[in-house]
């Protein structure tokens, strides 16, 4: 069925050969060639229960290629969007790890550059909603997660009242490893925008570092390379808190996944016990560092 999607889309020139590409935890992609040369087709439907609009994705990505970020989006409609291939080589943690300072600095970059570029009605990402409503999706669906709701929101609630003002941005929020793509040359790219809304910039900063398992002096260099100067105590204990509501809510985005997507490949359950376990290190690690928060 997708490859007669694919073979039905206008915007091909000549005959096109197609291969499905792996990876991805929620939509499918596949690598087409044709006569112009290569391109990305990737299915995804409207996801109301991860807040995810694909018409919000198109305008993110082409922004994104116009502030000189991301692939060209080549044609885009309804549950489909085609972009440009490149010649990349995808990241992985270890790669992440070993470049805090590049990622810091195309990250001020991205911030800076990309409101100019956005369009239609204005988005926001803010973490903490993402895990209350992610909670009650979970409990009114009855996940077998339950027990760990309240943990999880009380959680959300400690971090976020560590957070410190920031100026608003539009940002990426799915910093994991594999969004990242470096060119032969060297250049860094970004994929994937199905959560870039505006926020702060502490989240990107956040989920980079977590996503990684960056350990407390790559976490420094990301952040110095990113504020241009050593990070005020106030601000690093934002940044450690975000860490863990990045992590809480990657695995309640997996526990999510679990009730409502069926990706080939995707094991839903064992990215959420993954990610349970990094929240349990990042916040024993918080607390002995900044102390409990009186409940």
Excluded at 66 to 71: I, L, S, V, Y
Excluded at 133 to 145: E, K, P, Q, V
Excluded at 151 to 173: C, D, K, R, S
Aim: with cysteine.
């Amino acid at each position: 069925m997708s490859l007669k999607r694919i073979r039905a889309l206008p915007c091909w020139q000549g005959e096109i050969r197609a291969a499905r590409l792996s990876g991805g935890l929620s939509n499918e992609s596949w690598k087409v060639s044709d006569a112009a040369g290569d391109h990305v087709v990737r299915f995804g439907k409207d996801f109301p229960f991860h807040h995810v609009s694909r018409a919000a994705e198109v305008m993110a990505a082409k922004a994104a290629h116009r502030a000189g970020f991301a692939p060209a989006v080549e044609h885009a409609a309804r549950g489909v969007m085609v972009s440009e291939f490149l010649e990349a080589r995808t990241w992985a943690e270890a790669d992440m790890r070993a470049n805090p300072g590049r990622i810091g600095r195309l990250l001020r970059d991205f911030h800076t550059k990309m409101p100019a570029e956005v369009s239609g009605p204005g988005a926001v990402f803010w973490v903490f909603h993402v895990i209350r409503d992610y909670a009650r999706t979970l409990a009114d669906n009855g996940s077998r997660f339950a027990a760990d709701l309240p943990w999880l929101t009380a959680v959300a609630a400690e971090t976020e009242a560590a957070q410190v003002p920031l100026p608003i941005v539009f940002g990426h929020h799915d910093l994991l490893p594999g969004n990242f793509l470096e060119s032969p040359g060297g250049r860094l790219w970004l994929i994937d925008f199905e959560y870039a809304a505006f926020g702060t910039a502490m989240f990107d900063l956040a989920g980079a570092a977590s996503n990684a398992g960056m350990d407390p002096a790559e976490a420094r260099a990301l952040m110095i390379a990113y504020f241009g100067h050593p990070p005020a105590d106030t601000l690093m204990r934002a940044f450690d808190a975000m860490q863990c509501a990045s992590l809480a809510r990657e695995a309640m985005w997996a526990m999510v996944s679990e009730i409502f997507l069926a990706a080939p490949g995707a094991d839903y359950d064992a990215h959420a016990r993954d990610y349970l376990g990094r929240l349990g290190a990042a916040l024993e690690s918080y607390h002995t560092r900044y102390g409990k928060t009186a409940s």
